[in-house]
């Protein structure tokens, strides 16, 4: 079993529509959980961390359940600019800042 | 005002050579990586200093070392390049060692074998 697990989609939603990824770790003792967005031939950015209380972040909201060992991203009233690759990552069990990363779910926003 | 920035972007070389690729960070980060993302998009930790000590070495040949100057740069060397390093490497950086701190990719380097 991966130890970061992601459904690679692909996800195709109209605008407006509000879409969930889902993110499965495999490692229960892992600590830092974050979400990269990746436009094509480009960097990983980050586009939130994780906490264990939730986070939002304008249209966008993350959660963090470590009973089921997921993470979910969701995006409400999807732009045509959201279309990317969602990488998951989270720092396993270790102290220090080895992340590992899912395969990543891609996101196509259409018209 | 790039904060990490990577040269080269691409990089074509035969099977044999050598070849390095630079990073250089400007946030006043004490932790740099390396990152290998293959043609089937799995991103994969190579490398990690802190402060340029040596923290994190996954299973990665010995044809790869990277080399930190100083704490804003990390630098990769390869020898005897073979096809299968052809892939897009990263360097990342964050604000010191430890879980919580977020990474910060460059721009990455498209490295191609021939």
């Known amino acids: 079993r991966k130890e970061v697990e992601q459904d690679p989609g692909p996800f195709n939603v109209p605008e407006g529509a509000t879409v969930a990824f889902n993110c499965t770790y495999s490692?229960?003792?892992?600590?830092?959980f974050f979400w990269y967005r990746q436009d094509c031939r480009k960097e990983p950015k980050l586009l939130m961390s994780v906490y264990s209380s939730g986070n939002e972040d304008g249209r966008f909201t993350a959660q963090l359940n470590r009973a089921s060992q997921y993470i979910s991203l969701l995006i409400r009233d999807s732009k045509l600019s959201d279309s990317a690759t969602y990488l998951c990552a989270s720092t396993g069990g270790t102290s220090y800042g080895k992340l590992t990363f899912g395969q990543g779910t891609i996101l196509t926003v259409h018209p | 005002d790039t904060a990490v920035s990577q040269t080269p972007k691409y990089l074509v070389t035969q099977m044999g050579n050598d070849k390095s690729i630079k990073c250089e960070q400007n946030l006043g980060h004490d932790t740099m990586y390396w990152y290998k993302q293959d043609s089937k998009k799995f991103l994969k930790i190579m490398f990690s200093?802190?402060?340029?000590?040596?923290?994190i070495n996954e299973t990665v040949p010995n044809r790869f070392s990277p080399k930190s100057p100083d704490k804003a740069h990390l630098n990769l060397h390869i020898n005897s390049l073979e096809l299968g390093d052809s892939a897009v490497y990263f360097c990342a950086s964050s604000q010191a060692l430890g879980t919580s701190y977020e990474q910060y990719f460059g721009p990455g380097t498209r490295l191609t074998v021939t």
């Open positions: 200093y802190n402060n340029k000590e040596l923290i």
């Open positions: 490692n229960s003792a892992s600590q830092s």
